[in-house]
């Protein structure tokens, strides 16, 4: 199988710049979030259509974003 229709889009979750990677391979989308700073990965998740995959997983980077603090002094 070969991966289809990908897209990268980025959005804010809090203080925290979300990249969603999604794509099709076969018949179900897949998608990543990671958090570009620091660069951590958080969540895949998968889908029948794209917009499902990319809820499923900004939903996911929400809850561990949610829980997450930055340090006062961090560079940024």
């Known amino acids: ?4 229709e990908h897209s990268t889009r980025t959005l804010k979750v ?9 794509y099709k391979l ?3 989308y897949h998608c990543t979030a990671d958090n570009l700073d620091p660069g ?3 969540a895949r998740a998968q889908g029948v259509t794209r917009e499902e995959a990319e809820n499923r997983a900004s939903q996911r980077a929400r809850k561990l974003l949610g829980r997450a603090r930055r340090e006062p002094n961090a560079e940024r």
Do not use: I, N, P, Y
């Not at 199988?1 to 289809?4: D, I, L, T, V």
């Not at 925290?16 to 999604?22: C, E, G, I, N, Q």
């Open 40 to 42: 951590a990965w958080l």
């Open 14 to 22: 809090g203080e925290w710049a979300v990249r969603l990677t999604s």
């Open 26 to 28: 076969g018949d179900t």
């Open 1 to 4: 199988m070969k991966a289809e």
